[in-house]
């Protein structure tokens, strides 16, 4: 059974920082890209940042760029998301998922979901 199991998330002020962390279980995922993705209130969900699990190809977007970093540590089988510089807008429940390294912007193709955690920057 394959699992992503998203944690780390909270309530910070404006400027803070927050880690999180997805664990992944259940089958490899060599040849699959990571991505987090976010989605507020009454909004779309939206691309964050990706990698490939493999290696390399780093990608985020550009609201977050410069303030976030994706990582990965293939022993622990563990993606984080380093969260810096938050503002009130990154406010959102952020999902951990598996899916297309050629379409890796596009939350349609992911395969595997985490159940998501809330991060919430007050001003």
């Known amino acids: 059974q394959v699992q992503l199991v998203e944690s780390g998330g909270g309530l910070v002020q404006a400027g803070g920082s927050l880690r999180l962390s997805c664990a992944a279980s259940g089958r490899t995922f060599s040849g699959y890209a990571m991505g987090w993705f976010r989605q507020a209130p009454g909004k779309e969900r939206e691309f964050v940042a990706s990698?490939?699990?493999?290696?390399?190809?780093?990608a985020y977007a550009d609201s977050v760029k410069g303030r976030f970093t994706i990582s990965r540590d293939n022993a622990k089988n563990t993606v984080y998301l380093q969260m810096n510089s938050l503002k009130p807008e990154d406010t959102a429940v952020y999902y951990c998922?598996?899916?297309?390294?050629?379409?890796?912007?596009?939350?349609?193709?992911?395969?595997?979901w985490g159940q998501g955690t809330q991060v919430t920057v007050s001003s």
């Open positions: 990698i490939r699990w493999s290696g390399g190809s780093i």
């Open positions: 998922a598996a899916g297309s390294v050629r379409f890796y912007w596009d939350h349609r193709y992911y395969d595997y």
